[in-house]
């Protein structure tokens, strides 16, 4: 299956391909400037904004101080009326590195491997900051306390609004089995920081050593995260699902980039997409045993945490011998 991003430029890349860049991706070269903003003072009582532009605290090797690369959007912020003069660098954005893992200092960053988002900012702020600013590739409209997706079939989908450029970022997960990678646009997937150790993949990995190459439903799938390790692990099947259509989009997309090349299958009662040991569903799960009469070894149920998981559980036992709760 050849993929694309939605936005039309080359965003999406094979893991195998980022994983070998990863270790040089944030860290400065023996030119890059330190900086040394009081990131809880106003930037305006540091700074005379008009010396901001991409040329400030640059590097020949083409990366900036996040804290620098932070100023700048604060600059543009504060020239369209979004912030006032008493700004920090503090409450400025949400910063979301691209890719993004652990890092135990502060990244240094190339070209577009920034999205911010924001609760105030308007379109033509964010179209200045996407043309202005090199390193942000994408501005969304949010509150990082609202989840984005879908909660239960009850309920409204929430979503952050793409303002300019594109939010299509990856996230790099280490698993016992192997790095993986996960895209998501995400206006429409909810936010997962990641973590050296996943708690997650933690309670996965004991479930998945009580059996032998089990077959495996990840009900509530999201981006694909945990069905993919259990593919990985050696699953004798792993079906996806997820009621949340963007969702089981993004996890064709990173089997793909992964190395479990997918089949697309045209909506057929739910069905999306399968391939060599596995399927991909998009159903509410009380539908699920009506749609398929597989019967699993393990269900994983990964709802929101403000999700009652009672109506998931009920409905994954009916479906596999053991229910995992994550
Ligand atoms: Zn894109
Ligand atoms: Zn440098």
Partial sequence: MEIRCICGSECIKHTSQILKKMDLFY????????????????LTSQIDLDKIDNNFGSCKCG?????????HILKIMIEEGIKDKKSTLRDTCVPLITPAYPTDSVPFLPLDSLVILSGEVDEKCARRIVKEVNEVKGVLKGNLKDTVGIKDSESKPHMYELLAGCDMRFDIVQTPFGAIGIYKN?????IEFPRVKSPKIELLKKALEEFDHPSVL???????TLGIACLKAGARK?????????????????LEVNGFPVKISGNKEGLIASGDRFEVYCADIKELKNITDQKFDICIV???PEVDPEEFLKAAEELAGKVILI
């Avoid at 860290?27 to 106003?42: D, H, L, M, W, Y």
């Avoid at 990366?63 to 100023?71: F, P, S, W, Y």
């Avoid at 990840?218 to 694909?224: K, N, S, W």
């Fill in 302 to 304: 990964d709802v929101f």
């Fill in 238 to 254: 792993v079906v996806f699902n997820d009621i949340w259509k963007p969702a089981v989009e993004m996890t064709v997309i990173n």
């Fill in 27 to 42: 860290r400065p070269c023996v030119q890059c400037k330190e900086v040394n903003f009081r990131k809880f003072s106003p």
């Fill in 218 to 224: 990840d009900c509530t799938c999201g981006p694909g």
């Fill in 63 to 71: 990366k900036r101080h996040l804290d620098v690369v932070i100023a």
């Fill in 186 to 190: 995400q206006g429409k997937i909810h």
